[in-house]
């Protein structure tokens, strides 16, 4: 039977990296983000190539919209992949980016996965793979939120882990170091060639999703080598 996975924040960078290396091994993608034409891309980039992708444009962070769009929904693998980062010092934080990094980052931990489980436990299967941050358990002058963002993920997976194996669900943290994208305002390029690429992540994920049924990898972290000489250390 053809397994299915739900990726959040799917219409660029590591999320539609992800939905694509899974559509190459032949399964059903839902693609989840806010962007309505960047999925409707992604849907035609994955039939092009012979799979099938369902997009949902939804708002993580929007509690009653999750429950609406995602209540019930059957998969085989959770990829909470949306997130924002705003890398600045508290003091030059707004009120509004501080709630949005919660908001995304943590809240929407809660509304997804709380849609998505249900189905797990019934079948008695399932794998929710969070995407982390190395910048989670390391600190950095600008993450005092994000980074506390991505401690919170460690935390609530390891805890969610034990809650859930004994029903057959699997649960894991994928922390990158650097990764080119758009993250944190960033415009891709030059400056860029010493970070990871999307499907380096990708490919961490898929290493931690196919597994035989009796292992679990709960923890990955993957960096680059490439460091730049004077560079964030990640
Ligand atoms: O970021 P970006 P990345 N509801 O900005 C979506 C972590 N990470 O791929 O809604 C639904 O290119 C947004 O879609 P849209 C990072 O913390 C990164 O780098 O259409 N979706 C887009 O698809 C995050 O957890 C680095 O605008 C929402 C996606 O999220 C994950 O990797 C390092 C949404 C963001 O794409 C992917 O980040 C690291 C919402 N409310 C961890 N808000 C790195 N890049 O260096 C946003 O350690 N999205």
């Known amino acids: 039977m053809t397994q299915s996975i739900l990726v959040t924040g799917a219409s660029r960078g590591i999320g539609r990296a992800i939905a694509l290396r899974f559509a190459r091994e032949g399964w059903t993608v839902v693609a989840v983000a806010r962007k309505q034409p960047e999925l409707d891309a992604l849907r035609a980039e994955v039939i092009s190539a012979g799979g099938m992708c369902r997009p949902i444009a939804l708002d993580v962070a929007d509690a009653s919209a999750v429950a609406r769009q995602l209540g019930g929904i059957e998969v085989d693998v959770l990829v909470n992949n949306a997130g924002v980062g705003v890398l600045k010092p508290m003091m030059e934080l707004s009120a509004e980016e501080w709630h949005r990094m919660l908001d995304v980052n943590v809240n929407a931990l809660f509304h997804v996965t709380r849609a998505v489980l249900p189905g797990m436990f ?5 794998h929710v793979c969070t995407i982390g941050s190395i910048g989670g358990r390391s600190v950095f002058v600008g993450g ?11 935390a609530w997976a390891e805890n969610l882990m034990i809650e859930v194996r004994d029903r057959g ?6 922390m990158p170091g650097a990764v080119t994208t758009e993250f944190n305002g960033n415009a891709p390029g030059e400056k860029d060639r010493w970070k990871l690429v999307p499907a380096d992540v990708a490919d961490a994920v898929a290493q931690v999703v196919l597994t035989p049924p009796n292992v679990l990898i709960h923890r990955l972290e993957v960096r680059t080598l490439t460091v730049p000489a004077k560079g964030p250390g990640k």
């Open 122 to 126: 019934a079948r008695k299967a399932g």
């Open 144 to 154: 005092s939120c994000y980074g506390a963002t991505k401690a919170f993920v460690t």
């Open 169 to 174: 669900v699997k649960v894991s943290v994928v």
